[in-house]
């Protein structure tokens, strides 16, 4: 019995879509899902029950910050992270590994893992495949992730190589040191950069692995949206078909939209929640900056055509207000519409691709959103 289940539902008729169910230890996730992230076990300002009234199925959580703070053995002590933060439904941690390279600097990479100083203290730190894991195991996440460089870009591509044939080593340590696979779903990670025969190089060493379930890294790293959509377009069909495929750190309403097309199921991205602390909104009419001055004495809602907490009770006059003022309550209430934006968003993506009638919703949505087609 391994800790996961993925059942493929249907394939979209005209796209590369795909609608999936998937089973885990705390319960079921309708793919393709959008998964807001709460990096220091929060989504910030949000509250389970809001996350719930959100309809969120699954948050993320991540290695490294938890490491450091509280420390990976006192959330272990309190029964692990679903206990430590009241969320009973499930979760996915990443490694750790795009965290030390995004966070710290004086970092230096071995083939025993990466050595660097922590961001907070300065004191140097250590993390191996076998640290991140023992850290992962310890958090209790449903769905965990390697211990993988995302390699920056540009790089040489003599660089890439190299890197991701570590980053099959490690994926290899890995499983040696993970200790509930029945409990805890690993997943691979394929890199290469954005070199196709890299990326598929990547995508055989990781196959023979035969994870439970994989992820596509290394992109959306500053590349042209174009680069990142073709990257993308050769990497899904050499994912297997019956496996969820998992894309990191991606992304706004359109790349969701490109990632769904083109047969991804998972996503994730801090966007909703980092855009709502400084009062930007997504919204069905495109974005709306609600602390500029031209929403002073708008009553209306957020968006006229939203159903959340936010959007059912307050004006974006009030709105503005309270995040010109540094109210924590303005940033509650934005982050809780931009959460529930993507997450309705892509319920009802899944209705399109039930329905085979994904490329007329995305047209609808780009046309109403503002993004040229
Ligand atoms: N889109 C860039 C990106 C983002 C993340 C972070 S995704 C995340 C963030 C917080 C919590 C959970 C997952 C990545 N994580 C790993 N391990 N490898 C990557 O190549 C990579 C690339
Ligand atoms: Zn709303």
Same mark, same amino acid.
């Given at each position: ?6 059942e ?14 998937l089973?885990?230890?705390h319960?079921?996730?309708e ?14 300002? $949000? =509250? %389970? #029950?809001?996350?719930? +009234? @959100? ?32 969320w009973d ?8 590994g795009?965290?030390v ?25 250590? $993390? =191996? %495949? #076998?640290?991140?894991? +023992? @850290? ?7 769905i ?28 290899k340590?890995?499983i ?22 890299l ?34 377009e ?10 969820p495929?998992?894309?990191m ?10 990632g ?25 009419v ?7 001055a ?15 907490y ?34 309705t968003?892509?319920?009802?993506i899944?209705?399109a ?15 109403s959103?503002?993004?040229?087609m």
């Open positions: 019995m391994t800790a996961i289940r993925f493929l539902l249907k394939t979209e008729k005209h796209t590369g879509a795909r609608r999936g169910r089973h885990t230890p319960g079921v996730i793919t393709p899902i959008f998964m807001p992230v709460g990096t220091l076990a929060t989504v910030k300002t $949000l =509250s %389970p #029950e809001e996350l719930k +009234e @959100i309809g969120a199925q699954i948050i993320l959580s991540n290695t490294y910050h938890l490491w450091l703070r509280p420390g990976h053995d006192i959330v272990k002590e309190a029964g692990g992270l679903h206990k430590f933060m009241n439904r499930p979760i996915l941690t990443d490694s750790g795009f965290q390279f995004s966070l710290s600097d004086l970092r230096k990479i071995t083939e025993e893992g990466v050595q660097f100083r922590n961001h907070l203290s300065g004191e140097k730190l250590f $993390l =191996s %495949p #076998e640290k991140a894991i +023992e @850290i992962e195991n310890d958090l209790g996440a449903d965990i992730m390697a211990f993988d460089e995302c390699p920056p870009y540009p790089a040489d591509r003599q660089y890439l190589k190299d890197s991701l044939e570590r980053t099959t080593r490690w994926a340590r890995c040696a040191a993970h200790q509930r696979p029945d409990e805890q779903a690993l997943f691979g990670i394929i890199q290469g950069g954005m070199d196709k025969e990326r598929r190089q990547s995508a055989e060493e990781l196959l023979e692995l035969d994870f439970p379930g994989y992820a596509v890294g290394g992109l959306s790293v500053g590349e042209p949206k174009e680069i990142m959509n073709e990257v993308l050769f990497t899904t069909p050499l994912m297997p078909k019956n496996k495929r998992y894309l750190g991606v992304g706004s309403p359109d790349d969701l939209f490109e769904v097309i083109r047969g991804i199921d998972m996503f994730d991205c801090v966007l909703p929640t980092r855009i709502a602390r400084n009062g930007t909104c997504m919204t069905s495109g974005k709306v900056v609600v602390r500029n031209t929403y002073a004495r708008d009553f209306g809602p957020l968006d006229p055509n939203c159903d959340c936010t959007c059912k009770n307050y004006s974006r006059a009030y709105i503005r207000h309270l995040i010109k003022c540094d109210e924590v309550f303005g940033i509650r209430l934005t982050s809780i519409h931009n959460v529930h934006f993507l997450v968003m892509m319920e009802n899944r209705k691709i039930d329905e085979d009638r994904l490329l007329e919703y995305k047209h609808a949505f780009y046309e959103y503002g993004y040229n």
